[in-house]
């Protein structure tokens, strides 16, 4: 039996192994675990960055990537308590956003200022208990290569961004957004898709006349 398994299948000490790692009303890694533990269990590819002031709490017991050249901007919270957060080459986290595990971000996608993705909700399906003391609805969320997300957007659990999608700012995403699409809104909704055919973005709405939509910008645009 391997030391992880003791662990779990010991209540008294898995109780204080979880109390070492995190105290239980603040769930937030202990310093030991983000000095010591962290940067040998989590990987970092080469030329990635952390900004500054950001909250990092990931934790032992799940995956955190973070993947060749990609960035995560200041005052971004990082949180793998619920699942891994799997973060691709190239990506940048843009200032103040906050990624609740588990999250996939593909190769060269990207999230605007100020962007919520999680992977879960809270459950309130016991209408007599506090929805805090009730188990997590987790659903993974997927970013999909080369898919913007647009400043102060909302990504709820369970949701896919296909492939080169643009999310325009200020959207809420509650279902899938199927690859090589332009969605706004809240609830976010497509209003264009990609002709591969003609090599134009063509109007789903009927409305023509829509030419571009706000998405925010992020350094990986500005370098193109």
Sequence with gaps: MGIVSKIKSNPRLKKWVLFAISPSRNPRPRFWVRWFLNPYVHKKGKRASVRRNCRMDVFPWNQFHLGELSTIESYCVINNGSGDVIIGDRVRVGIGSVIIGPVTMGHGSGLGQNVFVTGFNHSYTDGTKNSSDQALDIRATTIEDEAHVGSNSVLLAGV?????????????????????????????????????????????????TIDSIQVGTTENEKAR
């Design 160 to 208: 896919t961004i296909g492939k080169r999608c643009q999310i325009g700012a200020g959207s809420v995403v509650t279902k899938d957004i199927p690859p090589y699409s332009i969605a706004v809104g809240n609830p976010a909704r497509v209003i264009k898709q990609y002709n591969k055919q003609t090599g134009k973005w063509v109007s789903v709405t009927g409305d023509h």
